[in-house]
């Protein structure tokens, strides 16, 4: 690394050499039952364990201290809801008293400290409410992304084993109603485990019909149990907070567990020092609660500072229109934003002028920060002469929780490299291995990997699956947790996520990453976004095939053997020769996760005349259906 010598210095090497001190003071913006002796258990490793003696509340910490510290009439929540054309703003003592009644009605019903509870709801606060009424009785919420096909519902049901399920009869999307209810009903019905009720939060736009075993959401918070409330429960800094799943394309979803402790440590640390978002500020994440970024930066990381949130039911595009997000950020006087690339690339497509940035007010916006997929430096450079604004990448995992490399522009604002999420983050010791664990020298790229422990706010295992863990992944390189990504870290210390190591091609032994030629790709004019995937040939092993979607406007009937012919030459001169790039294939879209995700294991695995595990997390399944005759042509 360079010589830095300012605060993400001396905050990085703290977090390192000094480990224990730095994570207690960051635990002293925490209200502990009982504050924490031992900072970090290192007794058992890999199995690490963060703040082992305190004892806690999450819910206590997001909302109750913050109603009797003087914020019970600042707005918490803001619900901004496009389809519904439905808004309203909860200010953090109506957040408590929503809460208290479901966490009233939970223990009601039954539930309590250590039981499961699934969330299978929309974008609506009470998705919100129902993540802290569990953590307010100790209760381990797993909340499922609406909509989730029946088979993927029942296998987390048989993992979690609810006690009871919280959903909804509906989502909205742009153009179709989603029914929760059948999906729900046959995800219960194929489980071995049976919850002991599902509660359903009646939607006007398709009201379900409910069962023996259901009940409707206003009937359960208007009971006498509800009316009593609930007072947060006492659990351990150790205690599981939730369980996400992760979907892999084969084998059982991963149930990634989250502490209490650590976890609330961690992102009340990172809201100060990362997203350089304080008290009393909006931050606006533009994501779900189904995912890991909308459980850290929509609900608990905001809620845990005593900010506000954006609780958004709307896509970037379409609801109505590619100004959508300059909408929120200027209605709300947002300080921050967080979204994906994806996002951003489908403002561009549509809006490639930002024509309808005009006429709002961002006067009061200071960064966007932009996760989860790749971001490939022309749409890094589109929104950064678009806002006038740091457009700021981060990098990081459903496992880790939390960001693992970004510039902590709380702590110190470091110049900004296109394509690289920045640094370190205080915490993570990241490194660039080899395939026999040997570190490797700057600018070399290779697999990147963490060296243990991981810093609180992570996960400390799979649920009910230590084996897994170990062997999914620290059995590759002892003493390190493998990302999964491929990269390299240059002279500055400025990491290079190029994408997941089964994506990097290897061209007549030569390894070439997706990202370097993606990005070569995304700075032509025309392109939108692209997908580079390598498929077999008999000769030089493999080859790159690109996927390219056009901005709204270009014509590819008349220009697109030009721009075809414009990219394989852009790569031969930004990647090189070596590259082999011949076929370029202009599409009408590409398929993608919900969360934003390209889906290239899945193209490649079409190309090469596979047939492909289907990821249940896919956003529209017609997209890949239109794909398959260009990927592989029938003989």
Known sequence: ?????????????????????????????????????????????????????????????????????????????????????????????????????LAGALAGAGVGKGDRVLVYMPMVPEAVFAMLACARIGAIHSVVFGGFAPAEVSARIDDAKPKLILSASCGIEPNR?????????EGIARSEHKPDAVVVLQRDQAPAELGEQDVDWADFVSSPAADAGADCVEVAATDPLYILYTSGTTGKPKGIYRDNGGHAVALRWSMRNIYDVSPGETMFTASDVGWVVGHSYIVYAPLLTGATTIVYEGKPVGTPDAGAFWRILADYGAVTMFTAPTAFRAIKKEDPEAIMLAGHDLSGFRQLFLAGERLDPDTYHWATDQLGKPVIDNWWQTETGWPIAANCVGLERLPIKAGSPSVAVPGYQVQILDATGEQLPADTEGSIAIKLPLPPGTFPTLWQDDERYVSSYLS????????????YIDADGYIYVMGRTDDVLNVAGHRLSTGSIEAALAGHPAVAECAVIGVHDDFKGQIPRALVVLKTGVDAATDGDRIT???????????????????????????????????????????????????????????????????????
């Open 476 to 487: 590759a390189y002892p003493g390190y947790y493998l990302t999964g990504d491929g990269g």
């Open 1 to 101: 690394m360079s010589e830095q010598t300012g605060a993400y210095r001396r905050n990085y090497d703290a977090s390192i050499t000094d480990r224990d001190a730095f994570w207690a003071h960051a635990a002293q913006d925490i209200d502990w039952i009982t504050p924490p002796t031992k900072i970090l258990d290192d007794s058992n490793p890999p199995f690490y364990r963060w703040f082992p003696d305190g004892t806690l509340n999450t819910c206590f910490n997001a909302l109750d201290r913050h109603v009797a510290g003087g914020r019970a009439d600042q707005v918490a929540i803001h619900y901004d809801s496009p389809v519904t054309g439905t808004k309203r703003s909860y200010t953090y003592a109506e957040v408590l008293a929503e809460v208290r009644r």
């Open 177 to 185: 109603v989603v029914p929760y209810k059948p999906f729900l009903d």
């Open 565 to 635: 012919k414009e990219l394989v030459e852009r790569v031969r001169a930004e990647v090189g020769a070596v590259a082999s790039l011949r076929q370029v294939d202009i599409v009408g879209a590409l398929p993608k996760t919900r969360s934003g995700k390209i889906l290239r294991k899945t193209m490649r695995e079409i190309a090469d005349g596979h047939v492909p595990a289907v990821p249940a997390t896919i956003e529209d399944a017609s997209v890949l259906d239109r794909l398959k005759p260009v990927l592989r042509p029938e003989p």
